[in-house]
């Protein structure tokens, strides 16, 4: 295994934890959710979801920041010798990062706040808020992903 091959595998894994766990969220559970459970229980699952993912979401941001830019190091000597596609990849990355901490640090709190207090219409308004956003975000990793499998020369 070349010093190369573990920091590449553990950044492919982290980008499959964040964006594989947002496709689940948004093509199965949700779906599921919605047939199955009336407002008050879908909400308290969703809330207890985001509490599990988030964690991973954290371990997954913090592993991809940190491979690669060793990667980048590794491979292109830094940003200055990267391909365009890595720059955009890169960018891409922040403003999924910045998505996720406006969902974390501001909608779930609000999510929790009036789950706990019942207020149900409240609630279910901050879950729609979260769901777009999370949509958005899993249309951006989705798109770094195939990306990256393509790996244009440009």
Known sequence: MTLYALP???HVLAALVWVGGMFFAWMVLRQAAGATLEAPERLRLWVATFDRFFVWVWVAVAVLAVTGIGLLHMRFEGFAGAPRYVHIMAGL???MLALFLRVRLL???QLKR???AERWPEA???LARIRRLVGINLL??????TLAAARPMF
């Open 124 to 126: 279910g308004a901050d």
């Open 140 to 145: 951006i990793g989705l798109a770094v992903v």
């Open 114 to 116: 009036n789950t706990t």
């Open 93 to 95: 990355y922040l403003v």
């Open 8 to 10: 590449y595998a553990l």
């Open 107 to 109: 909608n779930l709190p």
